[in-house]
Structure formats: C-alpha cells, structure tokens
C-alpha cells in the first residue's frame, strides 16, 4: 500500500514501502506486548494476589520498556553516527535516552534531530507513546485501588470486575489517540516546511504524541525556540499539554459530562468517579490547582522578565546603590527581547511546559533568562501535573493536601477537610512521606552532581529538579554528564515516574498503627 501510494504521488516507492514496513513491524510487536501487559494489569488491579503484586507489575513494565527500548536504539540502524569505538558509553546513553522516553521527561544526551535516524525516532516515538499509555492506565486503576484503601466508604470505589477494567483501559486509548490525532490535524499546517508527505506526517505525529505525553522531544535541535512566532504552537500544543496534564479522572468526568448534555440522558453507569451533584472535588480541586498554578506562573514569569528587570533595576552594584546598565544585549531567542505580547505567550507556555512537558519557545540557560525565573521554573517543575496523568512531580493534589493540612494544624484543628469532606489521615502521612522522600532523594541527586560535575551550581540544581520531576527542561549540562552524572540521572527520571505511585501502593494496605497506645513526648521545638 506504501509502494502504491509513493508511486501515485511520484514518489520511488521502494524507500517508502521499506520506511512503512520498518515502522508497521516495530508498532505491531508494540502492539501484542502492549495487549500481554494490560491482560496482566487488569488482573492484578482488580484482585491482586498479593499487595506486592502491583508494585512488581508497575516496575517491571517500565523496566521491560526500558531494556527493550535502549537495546532498539543502541543498534547502529538506529543512529547516524558512528559509536563502535565506545559500545559501552552508547549503551549507557541509550539507556538513558530510553528512560526519558518512557517516563516522559524529555532530557537527552543525544540530539534527537541530528543523531537518530528513522528507525531510532520511531523507537524514540513509540517508547513515548507506550510510557504515556503506561502512566494514564496505572494511575487510574492502581489509583483508585489506592483510594479504596483510604476511602472505604465510598460509593463508586467498590471493587470491580475485569469488564469495568477494560472499559477504563479502552477509554484511555481511544482518548489518548484521540486527541493526538486531532493535534495531527490541527497542526499540519506547521510542518509544511518538511520536504515529503511523510516527513510532514511523521512530524506532525511525533509533535503531537510528544505534547500529549509530556515528553518535550522535538525533531529540531533548538526544541521549539524557531518556531516561537506560529500561533499553533500556542493554541494547539498548548492545549494539549494541559490536557495530558489534568489527569485521566478529570477528562473522563469533562468528557463524560459533556455527553450527557448533548444526550440529556445518562446512559450507562460511569466507569471512573464522577460527581453525583455537580463536579466531583477531586476535579474540581484539580482545575482549580491547574488555573492557579498557570496564572502565578506566567504573572512570575512576565514580572522577571520585563526589561527593566534585566537592565539592573532591581540589582546592586558596589556600594548596595541602584544602578542600571545601558550596555546590557540581547539575543532574539530571549523572552526578555520580545514585545509584551509575544512575552506573555512565552510565559504562559513556559509556566505549562514547565509542570509537565518541557518544550520550549525561548531560549531557556544562564544569562538568557533571569535567576528568579529559573528559580520559579523549577517550583513549578515540582509541582507538577496532576495524579494519573501523563505529568510527573508530586502533583497537584499533593500540594493541596500539605496546604491543607498546615492549615488545619495553624487552626488547631483535628481534621483535615476540604468542601465538606474529610482527607483521611492516612493520606496526609502516604503525601507527607513522600514529599520528604522525594527531597531527600532530590538532595542526594544535587550533591552527586556538584561532586561529579564542573558546573555552576544553580545549573546543577536545574538538571536534578528537572529529572526528577520529569519535566524536562535543561540548562544544556545533560549532555556532557559524566558516568555517575548519568546514572543518577537515570534513576532519579524512573523515581520521578513511578516513585510516587509505588509508595502509595506500598502503603495504602498496611496496616501500621502500633499496638501500644501509650504515648510518650517528644521535644520539637
């Protein structure tokens, strides 16, 4: 069909057969493993054998992805250049780009626009798209397990039969290719500078699964910085980051209540949590999280960068006395240099992409972009997205919980409650517990780095933030990563992705209270 098609629009059909071919085989082994691991996945989320089962299901599949994926992109098929004189640094490195494939963190040593060849972007595409399934499908089932655990009581988390599962799992999917391919569409104008059909399609689909999971890999060595002035970038892509972002819960209720206004009928019983009256808390609290966290994050960024700021205004010289310096440059690819705006679309993208996908419109390094935005692009990266979605961090409903539970305690309330309903302690402790998890790990990763590294350390503490909450941006150390630069890199990338669900699968059905009630005090202040 491929052979056919080239030869109908003039072009020599045996390199597009062979390309078709190579991408079909790679998509269809994809495929039957994909069928295998959700099999065992919606029998492990409906009755697992054992509390330890979804654990091991959830790490071994990133890992399988893992292995598979470096081992594809390591072969010399799947890049341009030549890594024979150095098999092990290349397997590392393929290694590493695999892991930012599939926990969508978009971090690379390899520039994916010169140094893979159409093979390894297909790998590169293919590895996103299954990460992205991967983190919708166990953040759902395996979150609402979870929720089980802590919330009893609840009338639409009682357990459910593999026929609910698989209504979750195909939903998913379809929602998943949906809206990439409307992204395809919709933004097929923007790659009309490619040279073939093909080129244009393979870019438009790699930029629209890229978007959607979260990823942030482009097919141009400066990201997105070119293509700053297309307004699709930001009426499309946009979009679609922010919807791969909100989580699979908070579209299913969008999506399912949409329905129901155009039907006026409620048709089939819901297979996910939606509000019975009104909008669930859960998505409300999301969408309220997602406005805020966007609003403050392109008011900071707007603030930081305006040009007074960059000429000094606020800065001090020798003596402490304000001054301002005329001689300051700028380049084109500064937000700094842009008209307002232009500056204000940067910052709203740069305050999405930061949470979730790590694309970029500006150039984004020391001396381009001030300090303090640097520093609030990396608050942001650890916030995040939102549970069960294709963004990493410790999430929005995380940061809502510790907000909440501070409050509580400067109320000198017992309990922890929000719109009427009460947060079981047992999940303020899972998030207290993993955030300082998450910071320990994070300050392990910051001293590993500056021992290993020869780098400024703001720059240090960026690329650590950034692989841990899988964001993806990159003041530009990644590629020259030393080995242990790498591997805690690496593994700091499938913590980010996986950590925070293990952790809640590991302690949502034990049972820790002491036997003992005997209490004695401590000194804490």
Known sequence: LAAIAGAVMGVSPVPVAIKAGAIYVVARQAAVLTQVLLKRLMHAAVAP???????????GT????????????????ATLSDHRNAPYTHTLNSLFMATSAVTATGLGIYDVSTEYTLFGRTVLLLLMQLGGLAALIFGTLFGLHVARSFWPQARMLEPWDIARARRIVRWIVLVTLGIEAHGVGLMWSLWAHQPTVFDRAFSAVFHAVSAFCNVGFTLYKDNLVGMGAARSIYTIMLPIMVLGGLGAPVLYEIGWRMKRIIRSSAGTSPALPVGSVGWSLHTRLVLAATLCLLAAGTLGLLFFETPWQHAGFWHTS???????DESLQTSPQWMVSHEAPQRTLDALFQSASARTAGFKTVLIKTGAISPASLVLLMMLMLVGGSPASTAGGLHTISLVILG???TSIL?????????????PPGVVRCVLAISLLMMGWLAFAILALAHTQRADFLVVVFEAVSALTTSGLSLGLTPYLALVGKIVLLLSMLLGRIGLLVLMLAMADSDTEPRSQISQPLMVA
């Open 49 to 59: 054998r054992s509390r330890w089962q979804p654990v091991r299901l959830v790490i």
């Open 62 to 77: 990133y890992l399988l992805l893992i292995v598979l994926g470096g081992a594809l992109l390591a072969v010399p098929a």
């Open 318 to 324: 020798r003596g402490d006395l304000l001054h301002q």
């Open 404 to 406: 909440l539970a501070v």
């Open 411 to 423: 109320r000198r309330r017992k309990q922890t409650s929000v719109g009427g309903a009460v947060i």
